[in-house]
């Protein structure tokens, strides 16, 4: 089969045999198989994500001098299974899955690891375990973004959302557009999204967001609702004032009220901000604009170290979480939203690119621009020299959503 490997840094198409499922496996044939901003990071970070990822308690990640298979977000179909496998599916039938997969025993993961190559290929095993079947009627390019959606729908249960709260999308690639089309599935009225890059901005609108920044020229914090605190006057005058109000009303006891109110999430409150972006120097800016009481998930991932003022936190009560991959309820849940239409993922889809094409396409996500998730199809036939579309397809649809 080919596959699009990694290592030291450079990406090439190679030969490889069709991998063989073991006990409790499955070989799928990749429909598609999404670009990961994680993808982007191991091309550089490798070491350092591996280093972190020894710390946690995994210590086969991949590094910048193993050859690795890339790609955890993918759709395909079921081939054959390993022995002692259930077949829960007959041949033929499209599947997603989490991305972890195991190997005597051990728990490895999908396409960052050398323990576990990944869907930039023609062929790869899952764990029949962590399988899941796509619902008729989902287009191949949507049942692949079934993962960075999961991630997008984590973040935002993270952070405890309610549909009467503001929410600030920090960033529009593909993790901050997701983040975008999980608020408003669970009904946040009012998202602001705020990008340099004029075509992500568009996305965003196209994702959703009822304000669109571009924070070069305005401040996506002025465009917040009125009633957050933004001072620590006014915080602490308006505990004064509620205390004043109440003791004018003779036999109320005030503080069981102000306890009651605060219980039922009366009182004082930020906006959610979501940090999707991944750049040092990011939650330092939030942490210095956002109002008091504001949670904060950090979604982007820094792969530098990065400083923050916490007494600035600490003095306006501010939330951070951090928030990397989700349940496999989420990731189950995520699908059924496709399906149900729930949500519209359709504008996420910049591009479809064939495994000649890999290389080009890690340059252009390299930078940011129109780009969003770009998918690659094992079966399509490379672009043409001028760099056109694709001069010749692999027989059957390309899978895109009409």
């Not at 050398?114 to 008729?136: C, F, H, M, S």
């Amino acid at each position: 089969m080919r596959a699009v490997v990694l290592e030291r840094g450079e990406l090439s198409v190679v030969e490889m045999p069709v991998p063989r499922p073991a006990r409790g496996q499955i070989l799928v044939r990749v429909l598609r198989s999404g670009i990961c901003g994680s993808d982007l990071h191991a091309r550089r970070f490798a070491d350092q994500s591996a280093d972190v990822a020894a710390e946690v308690g995994y210590a086969d990640f991949m590094r910048h001098d193993h050859r690795v298979v890339l790609g955890h977000e993918f759709v395909g179909e079921v081939v054959s299974y390993g022995p002692g496998s259930r077949g829960r599916w007959p041949a033929g039938s499209r599947v997603v899955t989490l991305p972890l997969i195991r190997h005597a025993g051990e728990v490895h993961m999908t396409g960052l690891s050398p323990r576990a190559p990944g869907g930039y290929a023609e062929y790869v095993l899952v764990d029949e375990d962590a399988t899941i079947p796509v619902p008729p009627g989902v287009p191949d390019d949507l049942a692949a973004l079934t993962e960075p959606l999961a991630v997008a729908h984590h973040a935002v249960r993270r952070a405890q959302v309610r549909r009467r709260d503001t929410a600030l999308v920090v960033g529009c690639g593909p993790i901050g557009l997701a983040v975008i089309l999980m608020l408003k599935s669970v009904g946040v009225r009012r998202v602001i999204a705020s990008d340099l890059a004029p075509g992500r901005r568009e996305l965003a609108r196209r994702c959703g967001a009822d304000v669109v920044v571009d924070p070069a020229s305005e401040s996506p914090w002025s465009h917040l609702a009125d009633g957050h605190v933004t001072s620590a006057t006014d915080l602490y005058g308006g505990g004064i004032q509620a205390m004043h109000s109440l003791r004018t009303v003779p036999g109320i006891p005030w503080a069981r009220v102000l306890a009651a109110a605060r219980r039922a999430g009366l009182g004082p409150s930020g906006p959610a901000v979501f940090e999707c972006v991944g750049v040092p120097g990011v939650i330092e800016d939030i942490v210095t604009h956002a109002p008091f009481l504001s949670r904060v998930v950090v979604v982007g991932v820094c792969m530098t170290p990065d400083t923050f003022r916490p007494t600035m936190a600490s003095n306006k009560e501010i939330e951070l979480r951090f928030s990397f991959s989700y349940d496999p309820a989420e990731f189950h849940d995520t699908l059924q939203l496709i399906a149900r239409r729930r949500i519209d993922p359709r504008p996420l889809v910049t591009d479809v690119v064939a495994l000649d094409d890999v290389a080009a396409a890690f340059d252009r996500l390299a930078h940011a621009g129109t780009h969003a998730k770009v998918l690659i199809a094992p079966g399509r036939v490379a672009r043409d020299s001028s760099g056109g579309r694709d001069h010749a397809r692999a027989a059957g649809t390309d899978g895109r959503a009409p």
